[in-house]
């Protein structure tokens, strides 16, 4: 398995961004999709997962600004992002866990892309 993360940018305070991750290789293996994040100094910290079945979780930070979908068809997660604030700037990863997986616990990340809300 495979995730490729795209579309990171350089956005204003207040603006928008749609992030995508596409799954290859045994996408069949994969229950919850997610997204993580890590600033400058910073440990890495949940943003938004999704099982399967629709089951979903957000960071505080995230509530009623972010929301995670996934196109299972596609074998693709997305992350849409409005209201940006500088402090949502840092690198997204995209991460995934196998059928079975504990809560939290990911076996495959993908490559970040940077997030940079600044005007």
């Known amino acids: 398995v495979q995730l490729q993360a795209s579309g990171g940018g350089l956005v204003q305070p207040g603006g928008s961004l749609r992030l995508s991750c596409a799954v290859s290789?045994?996408?069949?293996?994969?229950?919850?999709m997610g997204w993580y994040r890590q600033a400058p100094g910073k440990q890495r910290e949940m943003v938004a997962t999704r099982s399967r079945v629709g089951s979903l979780n957000y960071a505080d930070s995230a509530k009623g600004r972010f929301t995670i979908s996934r196109a299972n068809a596609k074998n693709t997660v997305y992350l849409q992002m409005n209201s940006l604030k500088p402090e949502d700037t840092a690198l997204y990863y995209c991460a995934a866990a196998r059928w079975g997986q504990g809560v939290g616990v990911f076996d495959y990340w993908g490559q970040g892309t940077q997030v940079t809300v600044s005007s």
């Open positions: 290789g045994n996408a069949a293996s994969i229950n919850v």
